[in-house]
């Protein structure tokens, strides 16, 4: 990214944190990446008899951690800033070749 995006980013006040780490398991870490990002019911009510977690807890831990996966602010920012850059020098630069050629630039 560019160098001067990220303190862009913190004098407009946008955030460098990003999601919150889940509490590491195993067994559902297992579930999460081979069987499924947001298990049904009847395999909620299978992992809560097995880990002994109230469903609840069991529902909370799948969406921490598929928020974990997904980019702060901060980096979607400077991704952002990183696009706006490439493209308005692009278009500039097309402009200015454009402006160039004599039958758009003395027209």
Not at 61 to 82: A, G, Y
Request: aromatic content about 12%; glycine content about 6%.
């Amino acid at each position: 990214a560019l160098p001067i995006s990220k303190p862009c980013a913190l004098r407009l006040g946008i955030q460098a944190n990003g999601p919150h780490r889940v509490q590491p398991n195993a067994i559902l870490e297992k579930v999460f990446t081979s069987i499924t990002k947001s298990p049904d019911g009847k395999r909620l009510e299978g992992l809560s008899k097995q880990l002994d977690w109230d469903t609840r807890k069991i529902e909370r831990w799948f969406r921490d951690r598929r928020n974990q996966d997904k980019p702060s602010t901060l980096t979607k920012f400077c991704e952002s800033m990183w696009r706006l850059t490439f493209y308005l020098y692009i278009f500039s630069y097309g402009l200015r070749f454009l402006w160039s050629t004599p039958q758009i630039g003395r027209a």
